[in-house]
């Protein structure tokens, strides 16, 4: 089949437009950068292999009393969640995390100034509360009613078995490998010019790196 | 390309005959739902953090999460919109059908469903396929069956709105108030290669569970009587009927009232429900396990 000549000379406008209404219908987003790095064959995975599963949290958490109804919500690998309700409204959302995954968020109670049941708490923002067991296990309560305040979160989280989340195993081979993977990456990044990485500005900087002493 | 949550979120209508169509189901969930669209604003209401650099890092722990294929979340998306397209076909096979039944075009009626047939397979599909979306999202939370169900029973916002949807918009409109016993019936005189020449299951057949057409038709079968309770009980609780909602949706669709099957193939073909609220629903859980998790 051949193409019309007036049709072939209508090919390079015709790819002009096409061009111009692509590249005006995706404006660029704070969030592209993000995308890119974790799209593609060489993308890390969101979460590491040898994270705890889900389902290992479930007996740590507290259990329904009263008019308090604790209620499954999430679990997947290396997380659980559930939510504390009463008379129908979710009043906190209770988790418990592997930050083998996310180095940072157990890196923020290094310097933790309190402490509950002998574990580092920090207070993150206005709504949540964490504490850091084994130095590996986020334990969270996060207020979604305005009734909710810093005390209940303190409250709810003394309802978790810590002792007993105390007694999984962190320093696990899975753990040694990622840390040691880590550090491999950090210095890797320490001896790269500085300009191949854009530094964060302290307000652009994620807050989760941060550490945030409970008040 | 890969999907781009973000850009989903943020490209959520915030009018149109979906939208539309959902608001009119309000007055059965008062309060449940609130059309959330744009990323940062759906971070922020979720969470009630107002810092940017934690939304921030909330939305890239949110994407990070969404990118990566292994943690079931673009499957759930790709349900949700497969779904919702599957359907609309059939809602273009359901107008073929009756006309089918008005004009010369007789013919039409031997090779598409009936109506009545096609909305019962549309209900059941979508309703199986909420299930498996849900586990997708949230895995199977709990030690038990009863935790499952009773995680699975606390629907709100979106994920509510979405069912009151599937029950008015796929069940009582099209089938009646006797819906569900209707759809169950239908399934389960149904053969597995009905099922199979069915659009809506062909959409989203893969992620049905069930190794070949007949295990995944006994799931569905299931699925179906273990929710039927539910969704009885909520449409007499809700004081849901018939005739409220077509009174309700009669005041944007005109001439809809006398012919409900053109009502039902309509819904189908222009309101993307599951999609709409399927995408509110990811990104909730999404931000949810996000800010749990930094």
Redesign the interface.
């Known amino acids: 089949m051949t193409t019309p000549r007036w049709l072939r000379r209508l090919f390079p406008l015709l790819l002009v437009c096409l061009l111009t209404v692509t590249a005006c219908s995706?404006a660029p987003?704070?969030?592209d950068q993000?995308?890119q790095e974790?799209?593609?064959s060489n993308?890390p995975?969101?979460?590491e292999k040898g994270a705890q599963k889900?389902?290992t949290f479930?007996?740590f958490f507290p259990a329904s009393e009263g008019e308090f109804k604790v209620?499954?919500?999430?679990?997947?690998q290396g997380?659980?969640?559930?939510?504390l309700?009463r008379d129908g409204e979710?009043l906190a959302?209770l988790?418990i995390?592997d930050?083998i995954?996310?180095p940072?968020?157990a890196k923020k109670y290094e310097t933790a100034a309190d402490t509950l049941s002998g574990f580092p708490l920090v207070e993150?923002?206005?709504?949540?509360t964490g504490l850091l067991v084994n130095g590996r296990y986020?334990v969270?309560v996060?207020?979604?009613s305005d009734g909710f305040t810093g005390s209940d979160r303190l409250t709810w989280l003394e309802k978790f078995d810590l002792e007993g989340l105390s007694g999984l195993e962190a320093n696990t081979r899975a753990y040694r490998r990622v840390q040691k993977k880590n550090a491999a990456k950090a210095a890797k990044a320490a001896k790269q010019p500085k300009t191949a990485i854009p530094q964060p500005t302290p307000?652009?900087?994620?807050?989760?790196l941060v550490p945030q002493p409970a008040g | 390309m890969s999907v781009k949550i973000y850009e989903k979120v943020d490209k959520l209508p915030t009018g149109g005959l979906t939208v539309r169509a959902l608001k009119t189901l309000d007055t059965f969930v008062p309060g449940q739902w609130e059309n959330l669209v744009g990323f940062d604003n759906t971070i922020k209401t979720v969470t009630r953090e107002t810092d940017e650099a934690m939304v921030q890092a909330i939305g890239e722990r949110a994407i990070t999460l969404f990118n990566d294929k292994s943690e079931g979340y673009r499957r759930a998306l790709w349900l949700y919109e497969s779904v919702d397209s599957a359907s609309g076909l059939l809602g273009t096979a359901a107008i073929a059908n009756r006309i089918g039944q008005d004009t010369f075009l007789g013919f039409l009626k031997n090779i598409t469903p009936k109506p009545e047939k096609a909305q019962t397979i549309d209900l059941s599909v979508k309703l199986v396929t909420e299930v498996v979306a849900f586990c997708h999202i949230n895995g199977i939370p709990g030690d038990s069956l009863g935790d499952f169900l009773a995680a699975l029973g606390d629907y709100g916002s979106e994920s509510l709105m979405r069912m009151a949807a599937l029950v008015s918009f796929d069940g009582v409109i099209p089938l009646g108030a006797d819906f569900s016993s209707k759809a169950l019936k239908a399934i389960k005189n149904m053969g597995a290669d009905e099922l199979e020449k069915n659009k809506t299951f062909r959409g989203v057949r893969k992620e049905i569970p069930g190794k070949d057409a007949k295990g995944k038709l006994s799931f569905i079968t299931e699925s179906f009587e273990s929710t039927q309770g539910w969704m009885d009980r909520f449409v007499s609780d809700k004081g849901i009927t018939q005739h409220g909602l077509v009174d309700k949706l009669a005041g944007f669709m005109e001439g809809s009232k006398s012919k409900l099957d053109y009502l039902g193939a309509f819904l189908d073909v222009s309101v993307k429900y599951y999609e709409h609220t399927g995408v509110q629903t990811l990104a909730r859980r999404l931000i949810e396990r996000a800010v749990a998790e930094l």
């Open positions: 995706s987003s704070k969030y993000v995308q974790t799209t593609g993308a995975a969101a979460v889900g389902g479930n007996q209620v499954p919500s999430q679990e997947k997380f659980a969640e559930y939510k309700k979710t959302m988790t995390n930050t995954s996310l940072a968020a993150q923002g206005s709504t949540a986020q969270k996060l207020s979604r307000e652009s900087a994620p807050p989760s």
